[in-house]
């Protein structure tokens, strides 16, 4: 008779354990649900539009296949010294994340928006979106001419 007992409690204790680890399973599963929402409407907040070629010297640029390693160089440069102030490559920072930006904008839109900023916020309906999402901050002219320019816009394929 004690055997019994002592089997019964076992088989108690095990059946706590093992509805416990499933009230964790849940919360940990609506967490991730939460933080995946979360991603998904930042991403949403301003419009993609892969045809708008925006407003600027630019009317059109199709890439090569292949990526220029001199032009990511030389671009790679430029970068660090005139835009990395408030862009990173993945998250925000002052302003959005560089990677994976042709999957949202038109090489000829980005360019646009590196030559021609403060008409870009003006006139464009994607940048005056994404100034109203920055918090009216505005994108700085830095002047670049279009070679380096260019450069810069091949260099943001590469990340
Ligand atoms: C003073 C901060 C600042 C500097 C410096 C700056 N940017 Fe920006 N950039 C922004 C902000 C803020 C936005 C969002 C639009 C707005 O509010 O004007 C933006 C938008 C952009 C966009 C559009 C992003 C998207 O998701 O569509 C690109 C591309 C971009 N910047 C590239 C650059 C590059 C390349 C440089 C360097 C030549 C640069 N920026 C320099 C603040 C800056």
């Known amino acids: 008779m004690k055997k019994i007992y002592t089997l019964l409690l076992a ?3 095990v059946a706590c354990g093992s509805s416990n680890e499933k009230k964790d399973d849940g919360f940990k599963f609506n967490r991730t649900k939460k933080e995946e929402t979360k991603v998904v409407q930042e991403k949403t907040t301003t419009p993609v539009d892969l045809d708008n070629r925006g407003i600027g010297p630019i009317k059109d640029l199709v890439f090569d296949s292949a990526i220029d390693e001199a032009m990511v160089k030389e671009g790679s440069t430029a ?3 005139k835009c990395t ?3 990173k490559a993945e998250g925000k920072l002052i302003g959005p994340a560089m990677k994976g930006i042709y999957e949202r904008r ?3 839109w980005v360019m646009n928006m590196l030559m ?3 008409e870009m916020v003006k006139e464009d309906p994607i940048a005056k979106a994404l100034l109203a999402e920055y918090s009216n901050i505005l994108m700085i ?3 670049l001419s279009q070679e380096e320019a260019r450069a810069i816009a091949e ?3 590469s990340l």
């Open 85 to 87: 102030a408030c862009h």
């Open 11 to 13: 088989a108690t204790f």
């Open 116 to 118: 021609n900023p403060a």
């Open 155 to 157: 260099y943001l394929r």
């Open 106 to 108: 038109h090489p000829a």
């Open 141 to 143: 002219n830095q002047n």
């Open 79 to 81: 970068f660090k010294q």
